[in-house]
């Protein structure tokens, strides 16, 4: 995350902010494995997904999760039904 805000976690705010989102009660991270990586770029062709997105739809398949939270319409081609309020 750091490298994506161009902060480093000297950053007290970043840190403070990293926190709060670990902290979400019932949020659970899911390691992606080297297979997990080599499907996502398979995944990328099959629903014409940018890399990134690819890689949220694999992770959200490995947990066999029914529903992506996406204002972003490409998911919309996906298994995965998307909800967005």
């Known amino acids: 995350m750091a490298g994506l805000t161009g902060k480093n976690l000297k950053d007290q705010k970043l840190v403070e902010i990293i926190h709060s989102i670990t902290s979400l009660p019932g949020l659970?991270?899911?390691?992606?494995?080297?297979?997990?990586?080599?499907?996502?770029?398979?995944?990328?062709k099959e629903?014409?997904?940018?890399?990134?997105?690819?890689?949220?739809?694999?992770?959200?398949?490995?947990?066999?999760?029914?529903?992506?939270?996406?204002?972003d319409q490409d998911f919309d081609k996906t298994p995965?039904?998307?909800a967005f309020t």
């Open 28 to 44: 659970t991270m899911t390691l992606l494995t080297e297979k997990d990586i080599t499907q996502a770029t398979s995944l990328m």
């Open 47 to 71: 629903y014409q997904l940018d890399y990134e997105y690819a890689l949220h739809l694999t992770a959200a398949l490995k947990i066999k999760a029914k529903e992506i939270i996406s204002n």
């Open 80 to 82: 995965l039904k998307r």
